[in-house]
């Protein structure tokens, strides 16, 4: 009962149940969801859809996490994201030969250079010149769209080399190499907020940016850098999104990624006003997004449905998450139990 | 003179959204001033939201140029206020002749009596208007995408009339409720319906873009236990989808048919190929006709108030032919 009542307590308990209850859904509709097989020499099934197509989505949500914490936001990733893979697919699309290995990387090393200095310019505007979080991204979310379709001159550039198509849709031990970034980007992050007092100094910033300044906090420096990182996710995200089809689309790539992060990170248990952050939470959070869509192919859910469907599992998520609703649930149900003291964890919608 | 630097307010006005029109809108607008004889066009653009659509635009650029028409472009970056206020300030500048192609279907009646009380006449393109009042605008230009739909259904009645056993097609929709996606699942529903053996077993918006449509074809492979047809309602979802087919070690084309609609490079190049089977075209180079109507128009001369775009289909043989002079 003892350690029952601790897994509840736990903050990642809810949405890593209502993941759970997801998948075990779709289980139920169709029975082969959870089988998983080898074919062309590769892992193959829903699951493994859910994590392939799910990577960009972690990537861009783990940066955004950070930035969360600090108590900002980055609203331009997405643009990021459509500007890393254009200029990416420009590079590789002007090469002699688009399979030779040295241009790939070349390509890959300028999108990242490129996404550095973008999320640089974000840092800077929000942490050196003081301008809001929510204002300063918002001027490359809208001008970055028209830099990306600037690049690839409205069109959509379609590559054939098939070293720049693995970092989407390759395979390293027959598990999808986009996968392992993801896996790789949760893992290092991790370790490098956790292992290091970099993860306190920006809780501590996010929670009071003043009192931890007097406390002797690089707080714009830190503030900076998660926006340089943020940068970095969305632009690693970017590629993966434009090698998966092989091609760079500056219109829709990323459209609307910002909004799903966003609502990542709050799933997992990170608030808005910045302060406390988990990685791990926000993983389910994009994981439990990216189930939905694949529940919704799975169903066959009219798309003219698909809004509310999503709107309303999100909903439920985010009441049962509230310890205030379950409090009064709990109470109405069994008068009897007496009140759980919860840490206060607030759900934006 | 107040006109040109009032234009140039709204463009800036419109804003950052801008960056990519600025460079068409400047190649328009050096037209010198107002010249003297030559018909003046106010086009109003939905956007830049794909490869047809700029390949829509140029057209229209590109004619208006080879036929001595001053073209004042404007691009709305689909937002439907950015375009009234674009309607508006032609009707300032008075223009001869007004065309757009509307974001949306209806909210237009209000702008489109100024510009019918100034006497200037308004030419719909590639897009339809939802108003009672059909003396708003003096003919639409574009494609029927009903008939689209139909063409797709057709070729595939054709293709397996003599197919004993239930035909299981997956169908990849457009933007949910935008008008080419409605009118090609109803053209093509229609068709089909003759025969019981057709049955479409899933149905799902791909958001006209490749990686929706990979990630949709994803899961259909594996929720369907047998699919035989793929039915896109353009070319990039179908595209996206045929990478999802070869990574489930199938082959598009011969272990799943497919057919989409639109007729874009990289389409005819994957029917060249084989991946994909029957492409219906939607034309996106409306330029010369509708330079045409302008000038008919402007004359006072009466047309149709339906004209349909010059379309065709495409096989593989017709494919080949024209791929290489294919600019979209």
Known sequence: MNTYARLVKHRLFWPAAALVLLLLGNFVASPRFFAVQFREGHLYGSLIDILRFGAPLILVALGMTLVIATGGIDLSVGSVVAISGAVACLWVSRLGDQNSLGGTLGAVGIAIALSLLLGACNGFLVSVLGVQPIVGTLILMVAGRGLAQLITDGQIITITGTHYRDIGGGFVATVPLSILIALAAFGISSLAVRKSALGMLIEAVGGNPEASRLAGVASRRLIWLTYVFCGLCAGVAGLMISSNVSSADGNNAGLWIELDAILAVVIGGTRLTGGRFSFGGTVIGALLIQTLSTTVYTLGIPPETTLLFKAVVVLAVCLVQSPQFRRKFARRSRRSVPVVKDEKVEVTL | ?328
């Open chain 2, 1 to 328: 003179m107040l006109n040109r630097k009032w234009a140039a307010g709204v463009v800036v006005g419109v804003g950052a959204l801008l960056l990519s029109a600025c460079g068409s809108s400047s190649g328009s607008g050096s037209g010198s001033g107002s010249g003297g004889g030559a018909i003046s066009l106010g086009f109003a653009q939905v956007g830049a939201e794909s490869g047809w659509r700029t390949a829509n635009t140029k057209s229209i650029q590109d004619s208006a140029k080879s036929a001595g028409i001053e073209l004042k472009f404007s691009d709305a970056q689909q937002k439907q206020e950015n375009q009234i206020k674009a309607i508006r300030s032609y009707i300032q500048q008075k223009v001869k002749v007004i065309a757009f192609s509307p974001v949306v279907e209806s909210g237009w009646d209000t702008v489109l009596k100024e510009a019918k009380t100034a006497n200037i006449p308004v030419v719909l393109t590639d897009r339809a208007i939802d108003s009672p009042d059909k003396t708003l605008y003096k003919t639409f230009l574009g494609s029927d995408f009903v008939k689209e739909g139909q063409k797709a259904g057709q070729w595939l009645t054709k293709e397996y009339a003599s197919a004993p056993g239930d035909v299981n097609i997956v169908e990849l929709q457009g933007t949910t409720g935008s008008a080419p996606a409605n009118d090609r699942k109803k053209g093509f529903g229609d068709v089909i319906a003759a025969d019981p053996k057709f049955k479409i077993v899933a149905s799902q918006t791909g958001d006209f873009t490749r990686a929706k449509g990979k990630e949709v074809m994803e899961a259909f492979l594996k929720s369907q236990s047998k699919i035989d047809v793929l039915y896109a309602h353009n070319d990039d979802m179908a595209l996206g989808a045929i990478e999802a087919i070869e990574g489930a070690g199938k082959v598009p084309g011969k272990d799943i048919k497919i057919v989409s609609v639109d007729g874009v490079h990289d389409a005819l190049q994957a029917l060249v190929d084989g991946k994909i089977n029957h492409v219906v075209e939607c034309n996106p180079l409306l330029g010369p006709q509708l330079m045409d109507l302008v000038k008919k128009v402007s004359a006072g001369q009466d047309v149709p108030a339906r004209i349909e775009t010059t379309e065709t289909e495409f096989d593989q043989a017709a494919a080949k032919t024209a791929l290489p002079q294919r600019q979209y």
